[in-house]
């Protein structure tokens, strides 16, 4: 059963800096089980979108409102996918979730992580 548990969300100031870390278990990262993994937002009356994704080639893709300010990663060792998110901004207050697609595709989906900018 794969399982996916989020955590480092919190409240910071305006151009603070947070880690989410997403412990993954029931699928091994080394693989080549996983074609994707990434991280979404969605905010208070907003659609769920995403802010990075690493493919299993580990390209990085990031939407533009995080460009340069967030860094997708992942330890294999640990199973433990990362964001790592600097310069926060109040825009960026939302629940995090953690997401990955198997070799089938299939999606999985973490409970989510909530993260508050203070202005």
């Known amino acids: 059963q794969v399982q996916l548990v989020e955590s480092g969300g919190g409240f910071v100031q305006a151009g603070g800096s947070l880690r989410l870390s997403c412990v993954v278990s029931g699928i091994p990262f080394g693989k080549n089980l996983i074609n994707a993994m990434g991280w979404y937002r969605q905010a208070p009356g907003k659609q769920r979108e995403l802010v990075a994704l690493?493919?299993?080639?580990?390209?990085?893709t990031y939407a533009e409102s995080v460009k340069g300010r967030a860094t997708i990663s992942r330890d294999s060792a640990k199973n433990t996918l990362y964001l790592q998110m600097d310069s926060l901004e109040p825009e960026d207050t939302a629940v995090y979730y953690c997401t990955l697609r198997d070799g089938s595709w299939r999606s999985f989906w973490g409970q989510g992580t909530q993260v508050t900018v203070s202005s």
């Open positions: 690493i493919a299993r080639g580990a390209d990085t």
